[in-house]
T-cell receptor, first 114, second 112 residues
Framework: DTGVSQNPRHKITKRGQNVTFRCDPISEHNRLYWYRQTLGQGPEFLTYFQNEAQLEKSRLLSDRFSAERPKGSFSTLEIQRTEQGDSAMYLC????????????FGPGTRLTVT | AQSVTQLDSHVSVSEGTPVLLRCNYSSSYSPSLFWYVQHPNKGLQLLLKYTSAATLVKGINGFEAEFKKSETSFHLTKPSAHMSDAAEYFCVGSSGTYKYIFGTGTRLKVLA
Protein backbone atom coordinates (compact mmCIF):
# COMPACT_ATOMS: atom_id res chain seq x y z
CA ASP A 1 0.00 0.00 0.00
CA THR A 2 1.57 3.32 -1.04
CA GLY A 3 -0.93 5.68 0.56
CA VAL A 4 -0.44 8.09 3.44
CA SER A 5 0.18 6.32 6.74
CA GLN A 6 -0.11 7.64 10.27
CA ASN A 7 1.07 6.24 13.56
CA PRO A 8 -0.20 5.56 16.09
CA ARG A 9 -3.83 5.15 15.08
CA HIS A 10 -5.02 5.74 18.62
CA LYS A 11 -3.39 7.44 21.58
CA ILE A 12 -4.74 7.81 25.07
CA THR A 13 -2.79 10.08 27.37
CA LYS A 14 -3.21 11.88 30.63
CA ARG A 15 -3.52 15.61 30.79
CA GLY A 16 -0.15 17.29 30.98
CA GLN A 17 1.75 14.59 29.09
CA ASN A 18 3.50 15.13 25.77
CA VAL A 19 2.52 13.15 22.68
CA THR A 20 4.05 12.80 19.22
CA PHE A 21 2.37 11.61 16.05
CA ARG A 22 4.04 10.54 12.83
CA CYS A 23 2.90 10.87 9.23
CA ASP A 24 4.49 9.20 6.23
CA PRO A 25 3.25 10.81 3.00
CA ILE A 26 3.10 9.30 -0.45
CA SER A 27 6.75 9.08 -1.38
CA GLU A 28 6.95 11.56 -4.27
CA HIS A 29 4.63 14.15 -2.72
CA ASN A 30 6.35 17.41 -1.83
CA ARG A 31 3.55 18.99 0.22
CA LEU A 32 2.36 17.70 3.57
CA TYR A 33 -0.55 18.99 5.66
CA TRP A 34 -1.89 18.51 9.17
CA TYR A 35 -5.56 18.95 10.06
CA ARG A 36 -7.55 18.47 13.24
CA GLN A 37 -11.08 17.09 13.29
CA THR A 38 -13.33 17.20 16.33
CA LEU A 39 -16.56 15.26 16.69
CA GLY A 40 -19.26 16.46 14.33
CA GLN A 41 -17.04 18.98 12.60
CA GLY A 42 -15.10 19.15 9.39
CA PRO A 43 -11.31 19.01 9.53
CA GLU A 44 -9.56 22.29 10.30
CA PHE A 45 -6.20 23.23 8.83
CA LEU A 46 -3.28 23.31 11.26
CA THR A 47 -0.10 23.63 9.20
CA TYR A 48 1.61 22.62 6.00
CA PHE A 49 5.05 21.97 4.58
CA GLN A 50 6.54 22.32 1.16
CA ASN A 51 9.41 19.87 1.25
CA GLU A 52 11.07 20.56 4.62
CA ALA A 53 9.88 24.17 4.94
CA GLN A 54 6.89 24.91 7.14
CA LEU A 55 5.08 27.56 5.11
CA GLU A 56 1.93 28.26 7.07
CA LYS A 57 0.59 27.74 10.57
CA SER A 58 -2.99 28.22 11.67
CA ARG A 59 -3.86 30.36 14.66
CA LEU A 60 -5.30 27.11 16.03
CA LEU A 61 -1.75 25.91 16.52
CA SER A 62 -0.82 27.15 19.97
CA ASP A 63 2.73 27.29 21.29
CA ARG A 64 2.24 23.79 22.71
CA PHE A 65 2.09 22.38 19.19
CA SER A 66 5.11 21.89 16.98
CA ALA A 67 5.51 20.15 13.66
CA GLU A 68 8.59 19.14 11.75
CA ARG A 69 9.39 17.54 8.44
CA PRO A 70 13.09 16.74 8.43
CA LYS A 71 14.56 16.15 4.98
CA GLY A 72 11.15 16.67 3.41
CA SER A 73 10.03 13.12 4.05
CA PHE A 74 7.95 12.04 7.05
CA SER A 75 6.52 14.57 9.49
CA THR A 76 5.92 14.62 13.22
CA LEU A 77 3.37 16.61 15.18
CA GLU A 78 4.12 17.06 18.87
CA ILE A 79 1.72 18.35 21.49
CA GLN A 80 3.25 19.37 24.80
CA ARG A 81 1.37 19.53 28.09
CA THR A 82 -1.77 18.07 26.57
CA GLU A 83 -5.17 19.41 27.58
CA GLN A 84 -8.58 17.77 27.35
CA GLY A 85 -9.46 20.18 24.56
CA ASP A 86 -6.73 18.60 22.44
CA SER A 87 -8.80 15.42 22.15
CA ALA A 88 -9.52 15.05 18.43
CA MET A 89 -8.63 13.17 15.27
CA TYR A 90 -5.38 14.44 13.77
CA LEU A 91 -5.26 13.98 10.01
CA CYS A 92 -2.28 14.13 7.72
CA UNK A 93 -2.47 14.63 3.97
CA UNK A 94 0.00 14.99 1.13
CA UNK A 95 -0.06 16.35 -2.39
CA UNK A 96 2.15 16.84 -5.41
CA UNK A 97 2.60 20.19 -7.12
CA UNK A 98 1.00 20.44 -10.51
CA UNK A 99 -1.79 17.96 -9.80
CA UNK A 100 -4.62 20.40 -9.14
CA UNK A 101 -4.37 20.80 -5.36
CA UNK A 102 -5.64 17.28 -4.79
CA UNK A 103 -4.74 16.00 -1.33
CA UNK A 104 -4.54 12.39 -0.20
CA PHE A 105 -5.40 11.71 3.41
CA GLY A 106 -4.13 9.20 5.92
CA PRO A 107 -6.43 7.32 8.31
CA GLY A 108 -5.75 9.72 11.17
CA THR A 109 -4.55 9.48 14.76
CA ARG A 110 -7.29 9.67 17.36
CA LEU A 111 -6.07 11.39 20.53
CA THR A 112 -7.94 11.07 23.80
CA VAL A 113 -6.74 13.17 26.71
CA THR A 114 -8.07 12.00 30.08
CA ALA B 1 -11.84 35.23 2.82
CA GLN B 2 -12.94 31.85 1.52
CA SER B 3 -15.69 29.77 3.07
CA VAL B 4 -17.61 26.60 2.29
CA THR B 5 -21.13 26.01 3.54
CA GLN B 6 -22.90 22.67 3.51
CA LEU B 7 -26.57 23.41 3.78
CA ASP B 8 -27.71 20.14 5.35
CA SER B 9 -26.09 18.40 8.29
CA HIS B 10 -28.15 15.22 7.73
CA VAL B 11 -29.81 13.80 4.63
CA SER B 12 -31.88 10.61 4.50
CA VAL B 13 -32.85 8.89 1.26
CA SER B 14 -34.29 5.52 0.37
CA GLU B 15 -32.13 3.04 -1.48
CA GLY B 16 -32.51 3.51 -5.21
CA THR B 17 -33.65 7.14 -5.01
CA PRO B 18 -31.59 10.19 -6.02
CA VAL B 19 -29.09 11.85 -3.71
CA LEU B 20 -28.55 15.61 -3.48
CA LEU B 21 -26.00 17.08 -1.07
CA ARG B 22 -25.79 20.84 -1.21
CA CYS B 23 -22.71 23.02 -0.99
CA ASN B 24 -22.22 26.76 -1.44
CA TYR B 25 -18.91 28.53 -1.47
CA SER B 26 -17.56 32.03 -1.30
CA SER B 27 -14.20 32.98 -2.68
CA SER B 28 -12.42 36.04 -3.95
CA TYR B 29 -10.68 33.85 -6.50
CA SER B 30 -11.71 31.16 -8.90
CA PRO B 31 -11.74 28.21 -6.52
CA SER B 32 -10.84 24.59 -6.77
CA LEU B 33 -13.65 22.54 -5.22
CA PHE B 34 -13.75 18.96 -4.06
CA TRP B 35 -16.08 16.44 -2.51
CA TYR B 36 -14.66 13.89 -0.10
CA VAL B 37 -16.37 10.96 1.61
CA GLN B 38 -15.50 9.63 5.06
CA HIS B 39 -16.72 6.21 6.09
CA PRO B 40 -16.56 5.29 9.79
CA ASN B 41 -13.01 4.54 10.92
CA LYS B 42 -11.65 5.19 7.46
CA GLY B 43 -9.71 8.02 5.89
CA LEU B 44 -11.11 10.74 3.67
CA GLN B 45 -11.51 9.60 0.09
CA LEU B 46 -11.72 11.96 -2.87
CA LEU B 47 -14.97 11.58 -4.83
CA LEU B 48 -14.42 14.29 -7.44
CA LYS B 49 -12.78 17.65 -8.06
CA TYR B 50 -13.45 20.84 -10.01
CA THR B 51 -10.44 22.83 -11.15
CA SER B 52 -11.84 25.28 -13.75
CA ALA B 53 -12.18 22.85 -16.61
CA ALA B 54 -15.63 21.32 -17.29
CA THR B 55 -18.34 22.62 -14.96
CA LEU B 56 -19.99 19.19 -14.73
CA VAL B 57 -17.61 16.86 -12.97
CA LYS B 58 -17.99 13.11 -12.79
CA GLY B 59 -16.49 11.18 -9.91
CA ILE B 60 -16.24 7.71 -8.54
CA ASN B 61 -19.14 5.46 -7.58
CA GLY B 62 -21.61 7.27 -9.84
CA PHE B 63 -21.37 10.65 -8.12
CA GLU B 64 -21.21 13.92 -10.02
CA ALA B 65 -21.27 17.62 -9.20
CA GLU B 66 -21.93 20.79 -11.16
CA PHE B 67 -20.06 24.04 -10.58
CA LYS B 68 -22.47 26.98 -10.95
CA LYS B 69 -20.64 30.26 -10.64
CA SER B 70 -23.83 32.36 -10.78
CA GLU B 71 -25.21 30.48 -7.77
CA THR B 72 -21.84 29.91 -6.07
CA SER B 73 -22.83 26.29 -5.68
CA PHE B 74 -21.20 22.89 -6.09
CA HIS B 75 -23.91 20.37 -5.25
CA LEU B 76 -23.19 16.64 -5.22
CA THR B 77 -25.67 14.27 -6.85
CA LYS B 78 -26.13 10.60 -7.58
CA PRO B 79 -29.07 9.16 -9.54
CA SER B 80 -29.61 6.11 -7.35
CA ALA B 81 -28.45 5.67 -3.76
CA HIS B 82 -26.87 2.46 -2.57
CA MET B 83 -26.61 1.27 1.01
CA SER B 84 -22.84 1.55 0.79
CA ASP B 85 -23.16 5.30 0.16
CA ALA B 86 -24.06 5.90 3.80
CA ALA B 87 -21.22 8.04 5.14
CA GLU B 88 -20.14 11.59 5.96
CA TYR B 89 -19.56 13.85 2.95
CA PHE B 90 -17.41 16.96 2.96
CA CYS B 91 -17.39 19.78 0.47
CA VAL B 92 -13.94 21.35 0.33
CA GLY B 93 -12.56 24.51 -1.23
CA SER B 94 -9.08 25.67 -2.07
CA SER B 95 -8.32 29.07 -3.57
CA GLY B 96 -4.73 28.61 -4.53
CA THR B 97 -3.20 28.69 -1.09
CA TYR B 98 -2.99 24.90 -1.03
CA LYS B 99 -4.70 24.51 2.32
CA TYR B 100 -8.21 23.10 2.28
CA ILE B 101 -11.26 24.79 3.73
CA PHE B 102 -13.76 22.13 4.77
CA GLY B 103 -17.49 22.43 5.13
CA THR B 104 -19.04 21.06 8.31
CA GLY B 105 -20.12 17.84 6.62
CA THR B 106 -23.36 16.14 5.63
CA ARG B 107 -24.19 12.75 7.06
CA LEU B 108 -25.99 10.66 4.45
CA LYS B 109 -28.30 7.93 5.66
CA VAL B 110 -29.65 5.38 3.18
CA LEU B 111 -32.81 3.58 4.16
CA ALA B 112 -33.57 0.07 2.95
Amino acid sequence: DTGVSQNPRHKITKRGQNVTFRCDPISEHNRLYWYRQTLGQGPEFLTYFQNEAQLEKSRLLSDRFSAERPKGSFSTLEIQRTEQGDSAMYLCASSLDGTGYEQYFGPGTRLTVT
Amino acid sequence: AQSVTQLDSHVSVSEGTPVLLRCNYSSSYSPSLFWYVQHPNKGLQLLLKYTSAATLVKGINGFEAEFKKSETSFHLTKPSAHMSDAAEYFCVGSSGTYKYIFGTGTRLKVLA
